[in-house]
């Protein structure tokens, strides 16, 4: 049967550091090891005659359940949710740890601890498929119960065992990471945490390097102080047996969850600092409300974008940079962040109580939770910050973000006797020029390239369907004409209404970067999505400009009286 070790911190805290002095987000399999070795030698008297025989455990037992250890890496770690919650404790933040070193001055980073919540998601989960023999099981139990801490001593820890059955492992397999199987793709990497993990020999690797420490035994501490920072500490170097293990998020191929994209969102609410009347007027706290222009979006969304970017710093996730270094655009993952400006007009659903306007971050589906995290952690810190796209445009202060927009709940609900339809605001810019058909019998239309729009944001739900996998040899333009007629077909998930082009004096507003060669054509219509596919109120973007401020697509409600039998408006020819 499955074996699984749990860990719940009971002050909610978790500080601790790898092997490099980091600060970590998670205790590894690695750090669970060497406080498994602690206690054998503490509590149960590994190597001390006086000890086995108060424990009645004996050296070979202890051996044996930690030599399973090494050569049984944990199949699977169920990590806990730490997404920045303003509505419950379920939170995840730095913050100085309650200690001073008085012959140093610690950095910040090295000062500091994470924040878990205290629900039943909140626990630490290292999972086998196949549980040690009983004996070893049993040991393995209680020697977990017998650790105080992980970490350091200020995040106390309790840590069970438990056996579950075959058809409930892995536990919770939404927020749980598989062991990886060396995949190399792009997908693969995005998603995958590396943790370290004990080896055969590494028991061994860390009692010599105890001895080399503490050679005899250690003379009292004198009495003028010293204390703790004075103790001598085993180094960081004992990794010679310790290996680096890739666990990975596995992709569903659940076609309900692929049909949204982006399923949580950040909100950031936004307000203008109003500009004084007159010299003379100096007032602080004169705010404004923010009514953005449609020309003004994209460039707002552009601003927010590169201060999350900046604020990130060195290794901020490419699904936020949009940038993925060689690698083929087939296997880059269908959407990055997507940012869209909410304005107070919208039908938002008056059950998220957001302070609108503000900015919606649209979180990719298969972003990893540690990346996830980590924008909320920078999302946090913008509180108060204030922002601007140019010397001439309006100034913003940005408000407490929160963290716990369901965008499948994002808009109201469908009135009675209504039937709902979509409609990208501002504009769903074209994404390519138009495509010969490969045929000739065929013309490339708004229509085509609203389609074309459409499969690429639902890429990997298109890729899963009946129609099978595409060629990746296949030319681009026949590619992109197979993704159009799967979009069009009387069995596709979506219907595409009156689509037509669509123009502004300055085109350039409604885009940041274009194809070299592209003409920036606006395009408009009304879409309509199978009921069955569960979109009725889901946060979605189509267009080039769909990740940054374009091209999201707002609930149009018509009465049914207005729709044919087909679901078509009647006043569409």
Not at 149 to 159: D, F, H, M, Q, S
Request: with cysteine; aromatic share 8%.
């Amino acid at each position: 049967m499955p074996f699984v070790i749990s860990a719940g911190f009971l002050m909610h805290t978790y500080q601790g550091a790898d092997d490099t002095g980091s600060p970590e987000c998670y205790p590894s399999p690695e750090r669970l090891y060497k406080a498994l070795v602690s206690v054998a030698y503490g509590a149960f008297g590994f190597h001390s005659a006086y000890g086995q025989r108060e424990s009645g455990v004996t050296d070979t037992q202890l051996e044996s359940a930690l030599r399973w250890l090494e050569s049984n890496p944990p199949d699977w770690i169920r990590l806990p949710l730490h997404m920045r919650d303003n509505r419950r404790s379920s939170v995840i933040v730095y913050r100085n740890r309650g200690s001073r070193n008085r012959n140093k001055a610690k950095s910040v980073s090295a000062m500091s601890s994470v924040a878990y919540g205290d629900t039943e998601n909140d626990t630490l989960l290292w999972q086998w498929e196949q549980e040690p023999d009983p004996e070893t099981a049993g040991l393995i139990s209680c020697m977990c119960w017998e650790i105080p801490y992980l970490g350091e001593a200020c995040t106390p820890v309790r840590i069970t065992t438990k056996t579950v059955d075959a058809s409930e492992f892995p536990v919770d397999e939404q927020h749980s990471l598989n062991i990886s199987d060396d995949d190399l793709s792009v997908d693969g990497m995005s998603s995958m945490l590396e943790f370290p993990v004990p080896w055969e020999g590494h028991l061994r690797e860390l009692q010599q390097g105890y001895s080399s420490v503490y050679p005899r035994k250690p003379s009292k501490l004198p009495k003028n102080g010293g204390g703790e920072e004075q103790k001598a500490l085993l180094p960081n170097t004992l990794v010679s047996c310790v290996r680096h293990i890739g666990y990975i998020r596995p992709k569903t191929e659940d076609e309900r969850a692929l049909l949204h994209p982006w399923s949580q969102g950040f909100f950031i609410p936004a307000r203008v600092i109003a500009e004084p009347t007159n010299s003379a007027d100096h007032a602080p706290g004169r705010y404004e409300e923010w009514e953005p222009r449609e020309s003004t979006l994209v460039s707002w969304a552009v601003a927010m974008h590169r201060t999350l970017i900046r604020e990130w710093g060195y290794g901020a996730s490419p699904m936020l940079t949009g940038k993925y270094v060689d690698v083929d655009t087939a296997d880059r993952p269908a959407n990055n962040v997507a940012i869209q400006i909410l304005t107070s007009d919208m039908p938002v659903s008056p059950e998220l109580n957001l302070e609108l306007p503000g900015f919606l971050l649209m979180i990719p589906c298969d972003m990893p939770v540690e990346e996830t995290g980590m924008l909320a952690d920078i999302c946090t810190r913008l509180q108060g910050r204030r922002l601007f796209y140019s010397r001439r445009s309006q100034t913003l202060e940005l408000g407490a973000v929160d963290t716990t927009v369901d965008l499948n709940a994002l808009w109201s609900p469908v009135g009675k006797g209504y039937a709902r339809l979509w409609a990208p605001y501002p504009l769903c810019m074209r994404e390519t020029r138009r495509i010969p058909d490969p045929s000739g019998a065929r013309q490339w239309g708004a229509r085509e390239s609203i389609a074309l729009a459409v499969a690429h944001v639902w890429r990997d739900y298109c890729n899963t369907s009946k129609a099978g996998r595409e060629d990746s040899r296949a030319d681009r333009e026949i590619r992109y004409w197979q993704q159009v007629d799967q979009v069009l077909s009387e069995g596709s998930f979506v219907r595409i209404f009156g689509a037509d082009t669509e123009t502004r004096t300055h085109m350039s507003d409604y885009v940041h970067k274009t194809q070299s060669g592209n003409l920036l054509v606006g395009l408009t219509a009304l879409l309509s999505f199978d009921p069955r596919c569960g979109l009725d109120r889901s946060a979605m973007t189509i267009g080039q400009s769909r990740h940054l401020g374009g091209g999201l697509l707002v609930p149009v409600d018509v009465a049914k009286q207005l729709l044919d039998d087909t679901g078509k408006p009647k006043w569409i020819r």
